[in-house]
């Protein structure tokens, strides 16, 4: 257990809105991660960080802000929602630069109507 | 980015061992192989990776092909609980501020058989 949670774990939201999803580790660990999965697709990644205040953009990220401003929480946000952002959230952390593993939490599931 | 290619799906029966292929043939000098999988309804696990070498580790075997043009995970005897996607994926060397960023395909869907 990499003490990793997700909050909120389900959210319905309307086209437009403003949302913020949040990670919160408990170890204090370097990297973190935000993926996005679609049915039926593996995943992809949105934004990580590499520290507080250092962050860098993935394959997906239109669309999407991130902000770190303290080692255990990694907020990803997505400012105007909408449909295509409809999808399941994951956030992962990785211990540190000599580690190979990313550990993931459980996921956010996301509706965007 | 080197990509791989798996099959969509593979059938196993219970406490048989099971060979998951992947091909990845664009696959540069540096790139570890990477195996994750994930179980319905969570995120996904890391399962075991390697660079050239064979590897094993409690949950599975890796197995390299000569010239890392292909690998194969290997679960030694199959349980329900294995059933999974696994993803086969490249990861580029770790450094401190690449992110040791992850590129899932579509995986393979295990089906284990009681």
């Known amino acids: 257990d990499a003490g990793i949670t997700q909050s909120p774990r389900h959210k319905v939201t309307e086209t437009g809105t403003p949302v913020t999803l949040r990670c919160h580790q408990t170890e204090n660990h370097r990297y973190m991660y935000w993926y996005r999965q679609d049915p039926g697709h593996g995943l992809r990644l949105i934004h990580y960080s590499y520290g507080v205040k250092d962050t860098d953009k993935g394959e997906v990220s239109d669309g999407y802000s991130v902000s770190r401003s303290k080692t255990e929480d990694f907020l990803l946000t997505l400012e105007s929602a909408t449909s295509s952002q409809t999808s399941v959230y994951f956030c992962?952390?990785?211990?540190?630069?000599?580690?190979?593993?990313?550990?993931f939490g459980p996921g956010t599931r996301l509706t965007v109507l | 980015d080197a990509k791989t290619t798996q099959p969509n799906s593979m059938e196993s029966n219970e406490e048989e061992p099971v060979h998951l292929p992947c091909n990845h043939s664009?696959?540069?000098?540096?790139?570890?192989i990477h195996w994750y999988r994930q179980l319905p309804s969570q995120g996904p696990e890391y399962v075991i990776h390697g660079l050239t070498s064979n590897v094993n580790n409690r949950m599975a075997s890796l197995a390299i092909a000569e010239d890392r043009k292909s690998s194969t995970l290997i679960l030694h005897r199959a349980t329900l609980r294995d059933a999974a996607v696994y993803y086969c994926i490249l990861r580029a060397p770790l450094g401190e501020t690449s992110g040791s960023r992850l590129t899932f395909g579509e995986g393979t869907q295990l089906t284990v058989n009681p």
């Open positions: 664009t696959i540069s000098g540096t790139d570890y």
């Open positions: 992962a952390i990785r211990p540190g630069s000599s580690y190979n593993e990313q550990f």
